[in-house]
């Protein structure tokens, strides 16, 4: 396996400021990219992340430094406009209104980074801190110019490439940043993704081969291409998995818990995104629908907005809020009569037979938050 060397950003941004070309040529930021290494121990690819984060901080900064030079200007709120593309829409009141008491309070520290046509690159909360919170204290804010004019899909990949290394996304984010992706750069709509996806992920770990294409997401963009095609894909896969390695994501990780998140209700996604709800909490909140609940889509919106504020204010963990879905949908769906005595022996049988090495962990999640609701049950059944 080739040896990574750590990723030159910082050299690689502050050249091309010298021209203002910070998104000039496509291959530097690829070879950039295929350059960041993650590493498969959780705690090393906490420490690895952490360390990518700090030094795109620091590469952002001093980019900024470097075009204050060429001139800080004054510009209205109104006049600026947030880059569509941009793979961050998670902006909570919290964060937005923490950014505005320290603008109020402390002045605007940075000025924000502009593109032609004062589209967004760095400082949308900023911005919306400003157009969101201080009017009309506070109208206008300081900004720097980058003068390169970018393609649809060229502004869709710094962004997205940003956002991942400078902070990370949620998954929901993340799950539409990468769709949009595709659509630039393939041309495939969302379920053409999703199905080629999910077809490639069961066809590998039916053949034992997901810790292979793992291991693949910490190579060279040029082994990553070889390793894809030992797995005989057809080309559609082949090409929707090779994106995802791009941008340093596991396939099989993705497929399981990122585009999962593109099926959640309109309610949840909200709660996602204006009041930090979890991704892995609104999954599991997704499961008090009116099929599950046995009710109209109606009350089961309300059963799932009260529920999602349960979660919300008494700061459930996801085990909690399992249990929660569970309970919630054992007291309203409706009752059953009593099964015959052979039944329930059966049930029983098959309970004790399961192989609990032989199911997924995100159903293993599910079926013990349903036994411990139904154990609960039972236990005030006995009393």
Known sequence: MTKLNKPSVLGMFASAADSQQVFELEERVEDLQAEITRLKDEQAQGKLAEEERTLLNQTIEDLREHLKASGIFKIHYSEVRPNPKQARQTFTSD??????????????????????????????????SVAEELQP??????????????????LHTRTLLTSLHREGLNELDLAEGLIQQAKLALEFEQEEVVRALRRAIARLNAKKLLPQ?????????????????????????????LLLLRFQQNPASVDANVFPCLRLSEDLKIAIRQLGLGANHARSLQKLNSKNLKVEETKALKIRQDATSQVL???????????????????????TKPKPSHQISSLIRDVSATKVEDIQQEQLRDLLAVLEAKAKEIRKKLD
Do not use: C, Y
């Not at 937005?96 to 949308?124: H, K, T, Y």
């Not at 249990?323 to 769906?333: G, P, S």
């Open 137 to 154: 204290e506070i109208e206008t804010l300081d900004a720097v110019m980058l003068q390169k004019v970018l393609s649809e899909e060229e």
């Open 213 to 241: 294409l793992t291991e693949l997401v910490i190579l060279t963009r040029k082994e990553q291409s070889e390793g894809i095609k030992e797995f005989n894909l057809d080309e559609i896969e082949q090409s929707i998995l």
């Open 313 to 335: 204010q008494e700061r459930l963990t996801v085990a909690q809020t399992r249990f929660l879905v569970a309970q919630t949908i054992a007291e309203h769906a409706p009752e």
């Open 95 to 128: 964060s937005i209104r923490s950014m505005a008491v320290s603008i109020r309070e402390e002045g605007q520290q940075q000025p924000i980074i502009l593109l032609p046509g004062n589209l967004i690159f760095d400082g949308e909360r900023r911005w919306r």
